[in-house]
Structure formats: structure tokens, C-alpha cells
């Protein structure tokens, strides 16, 4: 079943179906990455690299992850477990190695200027056109610059030029290297990768195992699942999770209702000190303050947990059992490792497709028996701008006063707005940030396209347009859960 038109991101799913079909049936083991590669790739023609050994290993590294393992086994890698991206090395030489490439259109013109402008001695001339010298090009990009054709360019690869945090780094084989100490698990260099070369570690055998053995494990959605599932609607996805083997199935939105209820209170109190607010679902939006803004993060940054941890409070809080939350995010999988955390796993939206087509389960004629709890104002946090949204009208339905937000709309723009915070020129009261252009509905770890989801939920959400954000926390009983980090 073909999902994806990126064939690095079919092959990962293929990949992810199998390994949740053989985990279901007990069949994982050590030789599993071995057999893999030659199931997936039973012929010697080779379809994408330079040869049929290749394409194996990159199976291999990729069974690896799916197995909730780093992908190489020879490297020496000291990544903490808390690093849940890494790059597939078998994967990652097919972008182009050099930064500064001279062209055909060089007319080896008289003038020489690229040679002149080199201060390093790289630029030569060959019978037809000038060449590069790469043991001494400094990719300083002089030569580029100086070029009166334009016959000499300069590109970054994708992934680093995907980075919002300069995280990534090439070592002395020109591999990518992801730094530890800044990378915000945002996913932006895995979805901008053309090759697949860089992936999430899955915990999905974690899970399947302990649904094998019996015990009793609660799914948490995020509300842009909503159209990620073909024609499927959101019950039906749901009901869908139930019949994989989970007890039960919460969506994220209930937890995403109290944190607006909880986050407009915390933010009159910024606002009566003084003190400007961001909004703390966003896990890579929180990651970039703590890691670069760390000053930023201290001060202005929320202190309540997001709707997935909330919820996963929730439903530790009524019985003993494994939480598992289900998304589009990478950067979840991460926050969900840290020390303060309640979920037990994450999975991707990537992952649960996997797990139900490996059960044989059809999504679109099944009967659902779950309710929808949450309100549409819970469900738009997916979206960019609707955190902030959620939080004003919180306070609009308990009478309290009204407040000024901004939206930072990806990466770039959270950046750039956490700087105006440190050097206190940020001018509204609360800074709503998201790492992904369009909120979680464009998500490294969806399915669908970002319009469909939205389509979507506008559709499916408008028989519940008039419901509160107040009536669904009189339904639900948060009392017994703490909501701070």
C-alpha cells in the first residue's frame, strides 16, 4: 500500500509495517535487520543507488530504528537516549559534497576572475572550463561572488539548511552530524531530507510488546490525526486504536481544554507582574528557548505541561496502566523522556498506520463505540494560532479581561520572537510558538497534506462549534492532577 509520493518515506513505512507485523506475531530478533533488507529488496537490480548492497543496508539501518535502535552498529556514537534523531550514514551520500560547484556555463573568460578573487589558491583552469581544487577550497564562496556568468553556485544541503538551529554539521567523511547540545528534535532536517537520511528512533515494538503481554495500555491522539487516515473520521480512527489492542483510546484535546483554562490564569498573573508569556505545548518551540534562549525559557515560558501530559495525568491519575501518546511530532518523543513525564511512549501517526494495517484492520467500515469529549477550541491546537485563541476565549467565558497574543509561525519566526523577548521588545502579552509551519497539522511525522487535515477538521468539528471549553471541564475532572511542569 502506497501512501507517500517521497519514496524514502514509503520505504520507511514499509519498513515500519513489517517490523509491527512480525512484532505482533513474536517474530523480532536479531537477524530481523538481515531479513528485511532481502525481503524488501528480493532482486540484485538496484532502483535508487549505485548498487542493490546499498539499498540493503539503508533497509537494515532502517529496520534498526523501526526496532527502537540507533542505526548504525560499527559507529561509535555517544548520543544520549534523549537524542531521538539520527542520521542513516548508508543514506546520507547522495546529496552533492561541495558547497561551491563550478557549472558549464563557465566560458574560462580572460578576465579570470574567480581565480583572482580565491585568496586560497583553489581555483584552476582546465582545458574547457575552471575546476575547483577541493583540498584547498575553503567554500568561502569568494570565486561565487566574483563570477561574472554566474557559472559558479552555492548550496547548502538541505538538511543544514532546513536546521532553524545550526544543529547540524558535516564530519570528515561529509556525513551529517547532528549536535546533541543544540538540536531541538523539531524534525525540520528529517522532513527536509530528499534521501531519508536522517529519522526518528520508534518505540512502536516497545509498545507492541507490551500489548502482547497483556498489559493494559491507554492511547493519547493529538487532534490533527483528524484526515490523516484516508476517508476514515476521527471515531473511526479512534475505534481503529482500540482494535489494535489499546484499553482505551483520550484524546489529546481534553488535556488540550484544561491547559487553556489553566495557561489564561497563569498568564494574568505574568501580565499583572509585568512579565511577557509563551505558550508551552509546542515541545520544539520549548526546546529552543530552553536550549538557546535559556533565560527566555526561566522566565517567560509557561510552566504548565502540555495537553498530551495533561492527559496522560489524567488517566494515570483513574487507573495503573502504560500511556502511550500518538502524533505527528517527533520533539514529542523527547519531551516524553524527560524526568517529569508520565507518558511511556510515543508513537508517530507514521507508526499507528503501520500497527493497524499490520492487524489487518479497515478503518473506513468499522462502527464506533467511542465518544468526543473535547471542544472545537481543545481540537485547534493543532493548528497555528489556535493555543493562543483557546486561551482567549478561556477568559472570555470566564468573564476575566482580554489579553494581546502573537503567533510565531514556524521555526524561524519562534526564533526571532524569543529574541524580541530577551531583549524585552516583545510587545504583546503572550507569545504563541510553533515550530512547524502551520501548527501540528504539518507535523514531520503526518501523512496527509496540512489542507486536507484542516479541511477536515473544519468539517467533522462544526457540529461542535458552540461547545465550551467550561462545559467540557465540568465533564472532566482535572482536580487530582498537577498541571505544572
Given at each position: 500500500m502506497s501512501l507517500f509520493t517521497h519514496e524514502a518515506r514509503q520505504f520507511k513505512f514499509d519498513v515500519l509495517r513489517e517490523v509491527a507485523k512480525r512484532s505482533f506475531e513474536g517474530k523480532i530478533n536479531e537477524g530481523t535487520p538481515d531479513e528485511m533488507a532481502t525481503y524488501l529488496i528480493p532482486t540484485n537490480h538496484a532502483d535508487f543507488r549505485c548498487c542493490v548492497y546499498k539499498e540493503r543496508e539503508i533497509i537494515r539501518e532502517r529496520t534498526r530504528m523501526a526496532m527502537g535502535k540507533k542505526p548504525n552498529v560499527i559507529r561509535k556514537?555517544?548520543?544520549?537516549?534523549?537524542?531521538?534523531?539520527?542520521?542513516?550514514?548508508?543514506?546520507?551520500?547522495?546529496?552533492?559534497?561541495?558547497?561551491?560547484?563550478?557549472?558549464?556555463?563557465?566560458?574560462?573568460?580572460m578576465a579570470k576572475s574567480c581565480q583572482a578573487a580565491c585568496k586560497f589558491g583553489a581555483i584552476k583552469m582546465g582545458p574547457e572550463h575552471a575546476y575547483i581544487d577541493y583540498d584547498v577550497?575553503?567554500?568561502?564562496?569568494?570565486?561565487?561572488?566574483?563570477?561574472?556568468?554566474?557559472?559558479?553556485?552555492q548550496s547548502e544541503r538541505p538538511c543544514v539548511r532546513s536546521c532553524p538551529v545550526n544543529a547540524i554539521s558535516m564530519d570528515e567523511n561529509d556525513l551529517c552530524m547532528i549536535n546533541e547540545d543544540k538540536c531541538i528534535s523539531c524534525g525540520a532536517c528529517q522532513a527536509g531530507c530528499p534521501f531519508g537520511a536522517i529519522e526518528d528512533i520508534s518505540f512502536m515494538k516497545n509498545v507492541i510488546d507490551d500489548l502482547n503481554d497483556g498489559q493494559k495500555v491507554a492511547a493519547i491522539v493529538a487532534p490533527s490525526i483528524q484526515g490523516q487516515m484516508g476517508n476514515a473520521n476521527l471515531n473511526q480512527i479512534l475505534q481503529a486504536i482500540l482494535e489494535v489492542g489499546f484499553c482505551e483510546v483520550w484524546e489529546a484535546a481534553i488535556g488540550a481544554d484544561k491547559v487553556a483554562d489553566f495557561e489564561s490564569k497563569e498568564l494574568l498573573k505574568h501580565k499583572g507582574e509585568g512579565i511577557k508569556m509563551t505558550t508551552s505545548c509546542c515541545p520544539a518551540f520549548v526546546n529552543m528557548a530552553r536550549i538557546h534562549?535559556?533565560?527566555?525559557?526561566?522566565?517567560?515560558v509557561s510552566k504548565v505541561v502540555s495537553p498530551m501530559e495533561a492527559t496522560a495525568r489524567l488517566i494515570k491519575s483513574k487507573q495503573d496502566c502504560k500511556v502511550v501518546f500518538i502524533g505527528p511530532c517527533v520533539a514529542k518523543k523527547n519531551e516524553a523522556l524527560n524526568d517529569w513525564s508520565v507518558v511511556d511512549y510515543v508513537l508517530t501517526f507514521e507508526e499507528i498506520a503501520a500497527m493497524i494495517l499490520a492487524k489487518g484492520i479497515n478503518m473506513e467500515t468499522l462502527v464506533p463505540t467511542v465518544k468526543d469529549l473535547a471542544s472545537v477550541h481543545g481540537k485547534n491546537f493543532a493548528q497555528g494560532g489556535g493555543v493562543s485563541k483557546a486561551v482567549v476565549q478561556s477568559l472570555k467565558e470566564n468573564g476575566l479581561e482580554t489579553i494581546t497574543?502573537?503567533?510565531?509561525?514556524?521555526?524561524?519566526?519562534c526564533k526571532m520572537n524569543l529574541l524580541l523577548m530577551k531583549l524585552g521588545k516583545f510587545q504583546e502579552d503572550i507569545l504563541e510558538g510553533m515550530a512547524c509551519v502551520g501548527g501540528c497539522i504539518s507535523g514531520p511525522a503526518g501523512i496527509e497534506s496540512s489542507a486536507k487535515v484542516k479541511q477536515t477538521m473544519a468539517k467533522e468539528n462544526a457540529a461542535i462549534k458552540d461547545k465550551t471549553i467550561q462545559s467540557v471541564l465540568d465533564e472532566i475532572d482535572f482536580s487530582s492532577v498537577n498541571m505544572h511542569r
Open positions: 556514537d555517544s548520543a544520549s537516549p534523549h537524542q531521538i534523531v539520527h542520521v542513516l550514514e548508508a543514506a546520507c551520500d547522495g546529496c552533492s559534497i561541495h558547497k561551491i560547484m563550478i557549472t558549464d556555463n563557465c566560458r574560462k573568460c577550497c575553503k567554500s568561502c564562496g569568494a570565486c561565487a561572488k566574483a563570477c561574472p556568468f554566474n557559472a559558479i553556485v534562549f535559556p533565560e527566555v525559557y526561566e522566565k517567560n497574543a502573537k503567533y510565531a509561525d514556524g521555526a524561524a519566526e
